[in-house]
């Protein structure tokens, strides 16, 4: 199923989208950027304001998304990361076949009213033979009762909601997708120990001790047909995070020309070096994002290389910022040093680089559940 872009009589409006997304992600993320970064603050109350301003419920064309994330991306990094969290969720429930799931859902979860997240860090390195599925569970009554921990949960809160994946327990090997509701007194977060970034993204290992998960939670059973379907567009929307993260990278490399222009030159790499990097990533980001229902073996290979190039090239990007800049760029103050700090973060976030050459590597075989 192929999403097409808005009509050419539209433009207008697309760019007033990723303008007006652009504009209040600076007017309320550059305060507190550096707070959010070392956990001072989550930033619901600017994450609601973003799904009021419609930053949530761009995905008639994925594309608009991602431009989305990416002006988010250019002031915070840790906000854009929690905008492809939210992001997702909503990706999850508009694609579920559930019509009671989205009605109860996909209203507040596209207007930013219900904030939350993916908990599929887990079942994405199951497929792949990294990690053994943490969650289990069995059918009842009008649901499921399910069970187990996962230690890394974004974008979360006492109120919020994420979509993952049990397997049940009778042995078929059967996977669920479904929604958890934080506010279940069987769901527990725990607050994570300090990262080296990023530190105010609502992240917490979750516990479910047998949850109820009625069926109107369920986002798909079986899973895995609906995962091939959702693939695309989970990994292809992190690249709203790279490309923003790059794109000031090359912001602030040009800020320091005037003053060390004339030994920066010196340098191998230089602000007109990621600008091409950068063109090259938008340019096929949006070729792919065009068609993300698209589950083809070889179109699958090109999002997952094109997301291990946004990973390589935010490192790169951020790296040469901070030798452009030298020893200002090494103040706790200059937004420099949290790039860099941030850039690792686009290369180990699930998919992780490592992760994305396994992929790669097996490719021979083609994605599990492909086959069935």
Avoid at 148 to 165: K, Q, R, Y
Avoid at 287 to 298: E, V
Wanted: proline share 5%; hydrophobic share 45%; aromatic share 8%.
């Amino acid at each position: 199923m192929a999403v097409l872009r808005k009509p050419e009589d539209a433009a207008e409006e697309i760019q007033s989208f990723v303008d007006r997304i652009a504009t209040l992600s600076r007017a309320e993320l550059t305060p507190i950027a550096q707070a959010i970064d070392e956990g001072e603050i989550y930033p619901d109350q600017t994450l609601r304001k973003l799904g009021a301003a419609g930053a949530w419920s761009g995905h008639v064309d994925l594309r608009d998304t991602i431009d989305g994330i990416s002006a988010i991306g250019e002031t915070c990094g840790s906000t854009a990361f929690m905008a492809w969290c939210q992001n997702t969720l909503v990706w999850y429930i508009l694609n579920s076949d559930n019509a009671a799931l989205k009605a109860k859902y996909l209203a507040d979860a596209a207007s930013g009213k219900r904030l939350g997240g993916t908990g599929l860090s887990n079942p994405m390195k199951s497929f792949f033979g990294i990690e053994k599925l943490k969650l289990k569970g069995r059918r009842t009554d009008g649901g499921y009762i399910v069970r187990g921990a996962l230690p890394w949960v974004s974008n979360l809160g006492p109120d919020h909601l994420f979509g993952t994946i049990f397997e049940l327990e009778d042995g078929s090997g059967e996977k669920i997708m479904f929604l958890v509701d934080c506010a279940d007194p069987h769901v527990a977060l725990t607050p994570c120990q300090p990262f080296l970034a990023m530190d105010g993204t609502g992240t917490y290992a979750v516990q479910l001790r047998d949850v109820f998960i009625a069926d109107d939670q369920v986002l798909a059973a079986p899973a895995m047909p609906f995962v091939k379907t959702i693939r695309a567009g989970f990994i292809l929307m992190q690249m709203g995070m790279g490309l923003g993260l790059v794109r000031d990278c090359v912001a602030i490399m040009e800020s320091v020309q005037p003053s060390l222009g004339h030994v920066n030159r010196y340098l191998p790499q230089q602000p007109a070096d990621f600008a091409a990097v950068l063109a090259e990533l938008e340019t096929e980001t949006m070729q792919l994002a065009a068609t993300p229902f698209d589950t083809s073996n070889g179109y699958w290979r090109r999002v997952v290389e094109l997301r291990l190039r946004a990973g390589d090239a935010a490192v790169a990007a951020a790296h040469a910022a901070m030798l452009h800049c030298g020893a200002r760029g090494y103040l706790k103050s200059h937004r420099a040093q949290r790039r860099l700090r941030e850039s690792y973060f686009v290369a180990i976030v699930t998919p992780a680089t490592k992760q994305l050459r396994k992929m790669l590597a097996d490719n021979a075989r083609e994605f599990p559940g492909d086959q069935g």
